[in-house]
């Protein structure tokens, strides 16, 4: 059986979000170690988001989108805002997490207050992107 990866690609950038939010819930209601085992496991779910990602698009190149007018417009605007944010992203996680590990919680607080809502935006549209390009894309490649 074959594995469709952008799907794949999809359901972490999903996950990640749901983690992100269950972090964020935890942590506002003073559960710190609920906390750190939901955002651990965002970073694990977008560790294997990048991971799938690189692979596809090394083995099978990229997917176009074939609208035109608008819907092309809405759809670059969102993708090259995903994308964007998503490089400036890695590095603001990576330091939000070695915050966290030296125990700098005043710095990881405010790093964190920045990061989290780019990190949730990037795996929301990272979906978005997904179901733009893979199920409203005109002659789309899924069957």
Known sequence: MSVHLPAVNAALNGSAAVLLLAGLVAIKSGRREAHKRFMFAALAASTAFLACYLYYHATHGSTKF?????????YLALLV???LLA????PMVLR???LAHKERWVEHRKAAKWTFPVWLYVS????????VLYHFNPQSPLP
Do not use: C, D, E, P
């Open 66 to 74: 074939n609208a035109t007018g608008v819907a092309r417009t809405l």
């Open 81 to 83: 805002s995903h994308t």
């Open 87 to 90: 490089v400036v992203n890695l």
């Open 96 to 98: 939000t997490f070695w």
């Open 124 to 131: 929301v549209t990272g979906v978005a992107v997904y179901v």
